[in-house]
């Protein structure tokens, strides 16, 4: 079985060295920095790189990613592993399951005076509210990008969280297994935001990790693998 890890805003691949190592299977783990262009132009960009038949395993911003790339080429994902996942980051008129638009405008502009701190910010809110706080900050610190080098990624990679919209035309068919993963503490996108996704998907399954924050996989990583290996041993 193939898997694809797509990772966070701000954050490198390593991130997914722990799961991936435990999950074994072949996988790749893409770096990903948005380019000029939209949602679906980077989704196209990535599926151009996928393994054959793979199970796209995505966190946050890399979940948005992958439900819109699974959404346009259906016929080479396999399965779908979606991490604190959401359709909107941002709350809207009928949507309230993500954080303040002003509060990401205000990440988006902050980034753009002082991206280190920023990035800093980000982390502090992933890993609040999270019963392992002080090991995910430093597991988080340690994978953070560079603020500098991928400056223009990293806010592009912004709009497209303040900007995009998954809920119309853009979900994949429900006809596709997915497993949905969320810390019940997350700061940044509330669990709601899976459950709502779940009672879309009646094919789908949930795992909701009790006293974790943001980044589940990094706080209960036994759980978490050990919920993702009985998802994929279903399907081989």
Do not use: Y
Request: with cysteine.
């Amino acid at each position: 079985m193939n898997l694809t890890f797509l990772h966070g805003w701000g954050m490198r691949p390593g991130i997914w060295q722990g799961l991936q190592q435990t999950l074994g299977h072949n996988s790749q783990v893409p770096v990903l920095h948005a380019p000029t262009g939209s949602l679906d132009e980077w989704a196209d960009a990535v599926a151009r790189t996928l393994l054959p038949e793979t199970v796209l395993i995505g966190w946050s911003l890399g979940a948005m990613l992958a439900l819109t790339i699974a959404a346009r080429h259906p016929r080479q994902v396999r399965a779908l592993v979606l991490v604190a996942a959401t359709p909107s980051f941002v709350k809207r008129g009928d949507w309230s399951h993500g954080l303040d638009g002003e509060t990401i405008r205000a990440f988006r502009e902050g980034f753009l005076r002082n991206p280190g701190r920023t990035l800093e910010r980000f982390v502090a809110l992933q890993a609040f509210g999270d019963a392992q706080r002080h090991a995910v900050t430093d597991a988080l610190r340690a994978q953070l990008d560079d603020p500098v080098e991928h400056a223009a990624a990293l806010g592009h990679g912004l709009r497209l969280l303040e900007e995009s919209d998954l809920r119309v035309q853009r979900l994949p068919s429900v006809s596709l297994p997915c497993l949905l993963v969320h810390g019940a503490q997350d700061a940044l996108i509330p669990a709601s935001a899976s459950i709502w996704l779940g009672q879309r998907w009646p094919g789908s399954e949930t795992l909701l990790i009790e006293d974790a924050g943001h980044a589940p996989f990094l706080s209960a990583p036994q759980r978490v693998a050990e919920g993702i290996q009985r998802f994929l041993a279903a399907r081989t």
